[in-house]
């Protein structure tokens, strides 16, 4: 448990601005999660058009909804063992490649059955999108920062996808849904050939024992050439080898370089590393999911109305992630992280008394009716200072080296399972204890969530990898110190 009365260790200093390189490598790497929240964002109006275009019904428009879900839950079991094999980059050109061709046949999109291969497809592409490879190639000090670019690039497509659905809403119907979903062709294609003109991993590289491209890199994304020396000793350390090791390549145990007996570790003798991902995910995405939809409820039955309505939404979900990048290395994921989710539970408290006074009155009470709108912007607004970009941060920084591209894969898999659970269940849900009382179910999961964070969660702001590394390490008495006590 940890201790909050212990006093915080000095903290290391912390550089104006990133390195020019490391930021470059990360707002490239980070277009995938841009092209991902397009999809997300443009597919919520593209329904509407779909639906009356194709004939399609109801049942149709479910499956269409929900089977992203499902391939990327497969494409992120797969993307782990596939990144320790080929390495990050190359898996990130292969989720371009998947996202293009579901982009392609969506935009084709002559019946259902193409539609539905096509956003397959792209499925699969948002599975293979790694989110860690900015937290490997970032330093310490600014590691809250790069590795929360791919979250704030999600908000980004997701707000595209909205102001897309708004314009290309004018156009004649047929044409209009197939140019919203067909567009993101482009950006992926652009991917696919930016991202071979980036480094690798150093990290990915010392664990295929290619130590001097490592350290050349190191070099490039460092501050100093003395920070990427330090850098380089803790990952050869971390990888299993002599600190002072100066051979340019070296040979590597197979099961050091492609994470044999990940799943044992991950499950059979998990660290709190693994729970700590997957428990954020388990909370944020049930109640964002319902606040958005909760939000289309309310808003205007109008199409365009509603496209202006989201677009309010994702400029505010924009903005606050956007703040929260800037904040991850100078307040600590920490303290905005318990901020953030203690917000959530006064926010959908209040949702879903604003919900139940409305349903009760029958929707003639103003107030009940101003109330959950509120409330409703109020959650978006602290989830997205908070859980929202920390839960990728977080989930990228707490697995060590030799679990952490299938570890991260994992937490993705546990997203998208949360994902559909909630879609598919969010009906019956308030059929059976009524909208405003789901309100109140998630507030009581944001409330343990809460005692989680607080009592299982160290500080991770201003450590390199391979001290997080360490923080969780098992020792005699599976304990370890944290930054703000004991683990």
């Not at 779909?50 to 494409?75: P, S």
């Not at 879903?352 to 409305?358: D, H, N, P, Q, R």
Request: net charge positive; proline share 4%; aromatic share 10%.
């Amino acid at each position: 448990v940890i201790s909050s009365k212990n006093p915080d260790p000095v903290e290391k200093p912390t550089n104006e601005k990133p390195p020019e390189y490391a930021l470059q490598c990360s707002i490239v790497a980070s277009i995938v999660s841009i092209i991902f929240g397009y999809d997300t964002g443009v597919m919520s109006g593209a329904m509407v058009f779909i639906e009356e275009d194709l004939k399609t019904n109801e049942v149709q428009i479910e499956v269409l909804t929900g089977i992203l879900n499902l391939c990327a839950l497969f494409g992120s079991l797969l993307a782990g063992r596939t990144s320790d094999i080929i390495g990050r980059r190359f898996t990130i050109v292969l989720a371009s490649i998947l996202f293009m061709l579901g982009s392609v046949l969506m935009g084709w999109g002559l019946n259902y059955p193409i539609l539905l291969t096509g956003r397959c497809t792209a499925g699969l592409g948002v599975g293979f999108a790694l989110m860690f490879y900015s937290a490997e190639i970032a330093t310490a000090s600014h590691r809250g920062l790069l590795a929360s670019l791919p979250h704030l690039c999600i908000s980004i497509g997701i707000l595209l996808g909205y102001l897309v659905n708004y314009f290309f809403s004018k156009l004649p119907m047929h044409i209009g849904w197939r140019l919203m979903l067909g567009i993101a062709a482009i950006p992926s294609l652009v991917l696919a050939l930016g991202i071979l003109k980036m480094p690798e991993s150093p990290r990915w590289l010392v664990l295929q024992g290619r130590l001097g491209e490592a350290k050349k890199i190191l070099k490039l994304v460092s501050n100093s050439p003395e920070e990427a020396e330090l850098r380089f000793k803790d990952i050869k350390t971390a990888a299993g080898i002599d600190a002072n090791c100066e051979e340019e390549v070296v040979k590597m145990e197979k099961k050091k370089t492609h994470g044999e007996g990940v799943w044992k570790e991950l499950i059979l003798r998990p660290t709190p590393a693994g729970f700590i991902s997957s428990s954020t995910r388990r909370v944020s995405k049930p109640c964002f999911y319902t606040v958005r939809r909760s939000l289309r409820e309310q808003g205007s039955r109008l199409k365009t109305s509603f496209f202006l309505v989201t677009i309010g939404v994702g400029i505010m979900k924009t903005t606050f992630i956007l703040t929260a990048t800037f904040l991850l290395d100078k307040v600590g994921r920490r303290k905005l992280l318990l901020t953030s989710v203690g917000g959530m539970v006064c926010a959908l408290t209040m949702l879903g008394f604003g919900l139940t006074m409305a349903q009760n009155s029958g929707g003639k009470l103003a107030w009940a009716l101003v109330l959950s709108i509120v409330s409703a912007y109020s959650f978006v607004a602290v989830f997205s200072i908070g859980l929202g970009p920390i839960t990728w941060v977080y989930s990228s920084e707490v697995f060590p080296l030799k679990l952490r591209a299938q570890g991260a894969s994992l937490g993705v898999a546990v997203n998208r399972v949360m994902n559909a659970t909630v879609s598919m269940s969010f009906l019956s849900l308030t059929r059976a204890i009524t909208t405003g009382g789901a309100f109140f179910m998630f507030a009581g999961v944001a409330a343990v969530a809460w005692n989680f964070f607080f009592f299982l969660m160290p500080e991770t702001k201003g450590k390199s990898l391979e001290e997080i590394e360490a923080l969780f390490q098992r020792d005699g008495d599976n304990k370890t110190k944290g930054e703000n006590g004991t683990v």
